[in-house]
């Protein structure tokens, strides 16, 4: 079992900044391939970025390239999301994912661990 907390979530207006943390227990983090998902209302939970277990590999959606940089420290078990130019439509309830199947990443089938979610609003 993996349990996942998210926080750093919160109210920002448009062109500001987040950063969102992902802290792990249980099962060994450090061999977990990591993701963030994203859901707003009305929608479905969409990708939006992932790395490998040793965080050498990365993967963006289309949406926050250039705006959004995700990154882990194994040494405390923890995963960030850095988010910068933050627009309207990325408000969501951002949640952090743990995948042990080695599959793609970027689909949510692949993780099988999930914490409870961080709202992120931002203003126009």
């Known amino acids: 079992q993996v349990q996942l907390v998210e926080s750093g979530g919160g109210l920002v207006q448009a062109g500001g900044s987040l950063r969102l943390s992902c802290a792990a227990s249980?099962?060994?983090?450090?061999?977990?391939?990591m993701g963030w998902f994203r859901q707003a209302p009305g929608k479905e939970r969409e990708f939006v970025t992932a790395i490998s277990w040793r965080g050498g590999r990365s993967y963006y959606a289309d949406s926050v390239k250039g705006r959004f940089t995700i990154s882990r420290d194994n040494a405390k078990n923890t995963m960030y999301l850095q988010m910068n130019d933050l627009k309207p439509e990325d408000t969501a309830v951002y949640y952090c994912?743990?995948?042990?199947?080695?599959?793609?990443?970027?689909?949510?089938?692949?993780?099988?661990?999930w914490g409870q979610g961080t709202q992120v609003t931002v203003s126009s």
């Open positions: 994912a743990a995948s042990y199947t080695g599959g793609q990443l970027t689909r949510s089938r692949e993780y099988a661990y």
């Open positions: 249980g099962r060994t983090f450090s061999t977990a391939a």
